[in-house]
């Protein structure tokens, strides 16, 4: 018995189902007679005897409650059409296959309750209002995440179902043929007569078998036609909310990346198609171009793999939309907001107020305002595109998503908090179409009260930061009123050719709302190209005022890090205030970066200076010669603490460690830092300046005479000048400090082995091996203590027990050998020596160990002959 048939039979009996969950009651007694085969447990959707339904006899039948999880979730988008609403629900009710809810989204339309409350079948059906309108793709997401079906449809309030579509559908995807399947549709055309849409005719448009890349030219299945499985939307995602029309193509060309479709050519469905674009299907001709445009940017690289789509996508352009190509542009405008309708407002009056400027297109993206900025931009009109987010995106994605609608030859990202002035558009553009090789330009920003908020972005010298120079600095200052090439310019003003900007994929996303700019910079300028500073085009710029501006700013410091913190070359701060006349100094000792600018004391003051930015020059070339050649004058470098910490940073990136160590020297005489003074000790120790650490470590010792650090370096120091007691004390000294054990024991063992006590030599290389048991350096210091002590027994057990835990140390086995063949066990040596040649034949000196132990053989051999003819 079918299900349907056990509802008719309590429904003729005058029961009706009271909407409980069913019981499921195991009885194992009880089977299916006959017993169905698996085709017909899939087609007549057989209800196992031992599934328990609650019912209960009435005089009169009532609907049955939907309260288990339907089959089919059918969404229904709605927006100030009742009357054509109630004839697609009618259409709902119609249909043969009755497993299905329905969900209608009103998305801020008019009332919509009575047409549902006059439903037979309202029992099944779900309303959801939207507070403000927030569009088809928007509504659509709305009913997906509220739909408790296997299975998807849609039906638009315009458009009907005809009686099977729902049944096709469904028996078509329950056969598991597919995840996705559509059929096709009756297009009805309308034309309004007397105030009535009358229907004058109809077609079916589309009917074409699933093709992957036809897909990418054009969407041949409206989406009424669709049926596919929930879960499909778990892989691939929702409508896109930033399309304003094709988000159902953009949907399906997704899903066809993960899932074949089914094409069923049966017509199951109608919609509407009327000329005056009222219909949903129908739309505008120029919303439908740019979204397809949109679309075909947005998965080139998906066209790019099939040979023919990119030239089936041009001539789709071109035959669709002859009449109605789109205007070319110089620049798109592209404006990210988030609230403040004020600022909004603020900004694009002032832009449509200017006059003479190259010809443009604006592209507003609204980050889920809610405060009005949704209704304004509803009601603007022009050359003004408006994308809806339904939240806050983010900048970055904000201005990729307008970068991908725009249509100009320029990008110009402009934040919705700045006031653009006369002739600052033409100035950006004269700027890039006069030097081929600059892709970015950055605009002078002014506070409002005047005063410099943007003049170009240089980066710090003492860490991977950037910041905007000389900001707060009168308008009028010489160094904001040149035209510049910087490594970055802040993207609240920043024109971007387009090309560019889709080389490197656009702003990363990963950035939110901060150095998303200076990415983008850094970006371009490994491209080859250049970033300019254009002071001619100029804004007021009423920086953070939009909510939340800076709230990321710990993530979006530590991203660029990661970024470009191997970039140590990036910094450039020093080669822009001395081409102005100026240096930037330290200013209070707790602050660890330069924060003061002042002028220049005299000419010898500005060569100073003048070897750090020709080193900055340099380095941003990469001519890595000229920057060891600044490095090079390092005595003559600016007495500045951390242009001095700069520079000894440099040359331990260059591996010039005299150059460093030069810095770290005059470093030194201005700051009393232990950590580095140690490091400057072992670097003049390592160069043989022994004088020079010696005076290094009495600035260190007089400072903390107990250093535990300093007093094993001063052990190192005696032992270069041969002072090995003195060394032996100190070593001594400093393991009671707490230094490092290993160095201490090791050093007076190296010590005792100088002033000639082998034993208390042994003692210390054996705690040193008893604790670090595969220390090469102790190993070899016991060799030679041992061997000074003739101790070849003792050398040799603990030499094979280190080179069977380290085989590949050959000269460890080689000394091995040595030792055994010194303590007389010939044959343990000629073992030893022949794995050594297996190892390495030409190991330096085997010649030689293998020639003494080859006599000392023969020897033996001679004496045990003498010794037998003796007995003889």
């Not at 801020?108 to 927030?134: L, P």
């Not at 506070?447 to 930061?465: I, L, P, Y």
């Not at 050719?497 to 200076?518: S, T």
């Not at 000394?815 to 040596?829: C, S």
Request: net charge negative.
């Amino acid at each position: 018995m079918t299900e349907e048939q056990l509802r008719g039979l309590f429904a003729s009996q005058g029961f009706s189902e009271l909407g409980l969950e069913r019981v499921y009651v195991e009885v194992p007694n009880l089977r299916f007679v006959p017993a169905p085969t698996p085709a017909d447990l899939r087609s007549m959707n057989l209800l196992p005897i031992y599934q328990v339904w609650v019912c209960q006899r009435s005089a009169h039948p009532r609907p049955i409650p939907f309260t288990r999880s339907p089959k089919v979730s059918v969404i229904v988008p709605t927006y100030n059409r009742p009357d054509r609403l109630r004839t697609a629900l009618e259409s709902l009710a119609a249909q043969t296959f009755q497993d299905f809810e329905v969900i209608v989204v009103n998305d801020a339309g008019c009332e919509v309750g009575f047409v549902v409350n006059a439903c037979v079948d309202r029992h099944r059906i779900t309303t959801i209002s939207h507070d403000r309108n927030r569009g088809l793709a928007a509504a659509r997401n709305s009913g997906l995440r509220a739909a408790k079906g296997t299975y998807i449809a849609y039906l638009d309030d315009d458009d009907r179902y005809l009686p099977h579509h729902l049944e096709t559908l469904v028996a078509c995807l329950e056969r598991q043929e597919s995840r996705v399947a559509y059929t096709d549709a009756w297009r009805v055309h309308e034309r309004q007569v007397d105030g009535i849409y009358v229907e004058t005719g109809r077609d079916v448009p589309y009917s074409c078998d699933f093709n992957p890349a036809e897909l990418l030219v054009g969407n041949y299945f409206p989406v009424l036609c669709v049926m596919h499985a929930r879960q499909c939307l778990e892989e691939v995602g929702y409508f896109d909310e930033s399309l304003f029309a094709h988000e159902d193509w953009d949907l399906w060309i997704r899903m066809a990346t993960r899932f074949p479709f089914t094409h069923l050519p049966v017509t199951t469905a109608e919609f509407t198609w009327r000329s005056d674009g009222t219909s949903m299907t129908s739309g505008t001709r120029e919303t439908y171009q740019r979204t397809t445009e949109i679309i075909y940017r947005k998965y080139a690289p998906h066209a790019a793999q099939i040979p023919g789509v990119r030239e089936a996508q041009a001539r789709h352009l071109a035959n669709c939309f002859p009449k109605t190509a789109a205007k070319s542009y110089v620049c798109s405008i592209v404006i990210p907001v988030s609230n403040r309708l004020d600022l909004t407002q603020d900004c694009l009056t002032a832009l449509s107020q200017l006059q003479d400027q190259p010809d443009y297109e604006v592209i507003v993206v609204d980050n889920g305002s809610t405060d009005g900025t949704q209704e304004f931009l509803g009601s603007l009109s022009g050359d003004v595109q408006v994308i809806r987010n339904r939240e806050n995106l983010g900048f970055a994605k904000a201005c990729n998503q307008g970068a991908a609608a725009a249509t100009g030859d320029y990008l110009v990202f402009l934040n919705n908090d700045t006031i653009p002035l006369q002739g600052w558009l033409k100035a950006l553009v004269d700027e890039v179409e006069a030097h081929p090789d600059v892709a970015i330009v950055g605009s002078k920003l002014l506070f409002a009260d005047g005063s410099v908020q943007h003049a170009g972005v240089v980066f710090m010298r003492s860490r991977r930061s950037a910041y905007h120079i000389y900001r707060t600095a009168p308008s009028s200052s010489p160094g904001v009123n040149q035209r510049r090439e910087f490594q970055a310019v802040t993207a609240a003003c920043m024109l971007v050719r387009r090309k560019l900007f889709e080389e490197v994929h656009g702003f990363d996303e990963q950035f939110v709302n901060g150095f998303e700019d200076v990415d983008l910079c850094l970006k371009a300028r490994e491209k080859g190209y250049l970033i300019v500073y254009q002071p001619r085009s100029v804004l007021y710029h009423l920086e953070s005022q939009t909510p939340g501006r800076k709230d990321q700013d710990a993530h979006n410091s530590r991203l660029l890090e990661e970024r470009w913190g191997s970039h140590w070359w990036l910094g450039d701060e020093d080669l822009y205030y001395h081409q102005d006349g100026l240096k930037l100094v330290g200013g209070d000792q707790d602050v660890n970066f330069a924060t003061q600018i002042k002028p220049f004391h005299d000419v010898q003051d500005q060569a100073a200076w003048a070897h750090v930015a020709a080193a900055q020059r340099a380095a941003l070339k990469k001519d890595w010669g000229a920057v060891r050649w600044e490095l090079g004058m390092a005595d003559y470098w600016p007495n500045d603490r951390f242009v001095l910490s700069w520079g000894a940073m440099v040359a331990e990136r260059l591996d010039e460690p005299v150059h460093r160590a030069k810095f770290l020297a005059r470093h030194l005489t201005l700051v009393d830092a232990p950590a580095e003074r140690l490091e400057l000790i072992r670097m003049l120790l390592e160069q043989k300046n022994v004088s020079g650490a010696e005076e290094q470590l009495r600035t260190l010792l007089d400072a903390s005479p107990d250093h535990a650090e300093g007093l094993v370096l001063k052990g190192i120091l005696c032992i270069q000048r041969e002072q090995y007691e003195q060394a032996e004390s100190v070593f001594s000294a400093a393991l009671r400090g707490g230094a490092d054990r290993r160095k201490c024991l090791m050093g007076m063992g190296m010590a005792a082995m100088g002033r000639a006590y082998t034993q208390g030599a042994w003692e210390r290389f054996l705690e040193v091996l008893r604790e670090h048991p595969d220390d090469a350096e102790a190993i070899h210091w016991l060799l030679r203590a041992g061997t000074a002590q003739n101790r070849w027994q003792e050398l040799g057990e603990h030499l094979y027990l280190y080179t069977a835990r380290n085989p590949e140390d050959l000269a460890a086995r080689f000394a091995l050998t040595g030792v055994l063949l010194r303590g007389e066990r010939i044959e343990a040596a000629r073992r030893e020596y022949d794995a050594l040649c297996s190892a390495d034949s030409h190991y330096d000196g085997l010649v030689q160990l293998g020639q003494a132990i080859a006599g000392r053989e023969a020897a033996l051999a001679m004496a045990s002959s003498s010794f037998v003819n003796g007995e003889a």
